[in-house]
Structures are given as structure tokens and as C-alpha cells.
């Protein structure tokens, strides 16, 4: 079975047409999304400014990660459960969106960003934690994360918007091979 096959079937159960369809449901769902997103992101963006050296340079970076982690790592369960729940109600939609896709890689490359860090620089965090300048690898990981984290809101905030969905024809056959659209052949 094809990711689209899937993604039809899954429009077509009667949970998915519930919450798309729901007066408040999905709007609840989209506003917690945002607002959980709000949380992570708000709370990322300090540490990621502190691995930069910009904010808060004489506490210590376990200080900051001890007291901010939770809250992100809490934020961010919100934020994916209910990102679940919102491809849930569209997916056919979402999953060719080119929106969409461009998060998913974002995404990817932030949960890569996040494992190189704890798996190589945040090991020796004990070596700069009170350093105002922290090593390379975690100003480069502050960095991405910033960049990457802007890209993820930029291009979740653009699926909403319908500029090069599937069923407006004709468009370039980049766009449809980007989206995924499958288009018939023009008739004679």
C-alpha cells in the first residue's frame, strides 16, 4: 500500500471525518498544537541562545537545561500528539502538501540536530557548562536549532494556505511531483 493509499483510507474512517468536520474538536487540537509549540519553542530558543553565548552567559548551561527540559520535553509530547491528530483529520491533504513535506524534512534534520548534540557535545557538558563561550559543536547545534525550528513554524503555518494543492491544475510538474499530486493525463 502506497503512503497516499494510506492516507485516502485514513480520510476515509470515521474518526478522521469527525475531527475534520468537528464545530470545536479541531479547532481545540489546532490551538493546543500552537500554543504547545509555543511552549517548546519558547524554551528552546533560551538554551539555544545560551549555547550561542547571547543570553544568560554566567549560568551555567546544566543549570538552564536542568530547569528547562522538563517543560520542553512536556511541550513537545503536546506538540506531537496533537500534530498527529491534525494530519489525522486532513491527511490526504496534508500529506501532499509541499508545506507539509518541507516540515517533515525540517523535523528530521532538528531530531538529527538534537541526537548529535546529546550524543557528542552535551556528554563533555561538565568541561564548558560554566564557559561563556561554549565549544563549537554546541553554538553550531543552537544554531541549526534556531534556523531549523523557524523553518518548522514558517512552513507549518503555510499548509494551511492552498497554493499548490493537488486539485488546482494545471501546475508545474515540479510542484506536482513535490506535493506527490497525481494527475491524469489531459484528455483529447
Known amino acids: 500500500m502506497s503512503l497516499l493509499a494510506f492516507c485516502e483510507w485514513l480520510a476515509a474512517t470515521g474518526g478522521s471525518i469527525a475531527l475534520h468536520e468537528s464545530m470545536y474538536m479541531y479547532p481545540l487540537v489546532e490551538s493546543t498544537h500552537v500554543l504547545a509549540l509555543t511552549v517548546f519553542v519558547g524554551l528552546a530558543v533560551i538554551l539555544d541562545l545560551r549555547l550561542l553565548g547571547?543570553?544568560?552567559?554566567?549560568?551555567?548551561?546544566?543549570?538552564?537545561?536542568?530547569?528547562?527540559?522538563?517543560?520542553?520535553?512536556?511541550?513537545?509530547?503536546?506538540?506531537?500528539?496533537?500534530g498527529i491528530l491534525l494530519f489525522y483529520a486532513i491527511p490526504v491533504r496534508t500529506y501532499q502538501s509541499i508545506w507539509f513535506r518541507a516540515k517533515v524534512v525540517m523535523l528530521i534534520l532538528a531530531g538529527i540536530n538534537v541526537w548529535v548534540f546529546n550524543n557528542r557535545v552535551f556528554l563533555r557538558v561538565d568541561e564548558w557548562k560554566l564557559d561563556i563561550t561554549t565549544p563549537k559543536g554546541a553554538r553550531r547545534a543552537g544554531l541549526f536549532s534556531l534556523i531549523l525550528w523557524g523553518g518548522i513554524i514558517v512552513a507549518g503555518r503555510f499548509i494551511a494556505y492552498n497554493w499548490f494543492d493537488c486539485d488546482i491544475q494545471p501546475q508545474s510538474a515540479f510542484v506536482n511531483w513535490a506535493a506527490g499530486c497525481v494527475v491524469p493525463p489531459p484528455t483529447p
Do not use: H, N, Q
Not at 551555567?60 to 520535553?73: A, S
Open 54 to 82: 547571547l543570553v544568560l552567559r554566567t549560568v551555567p548551561v546544566t543549570d538552564i537545561t536542568d530547569r528547562l527540559l522538563p517543560w520542553t520535553k512536556g511541550g513537545f509530547a503536546v506538540m506531537v500528539v496533537t
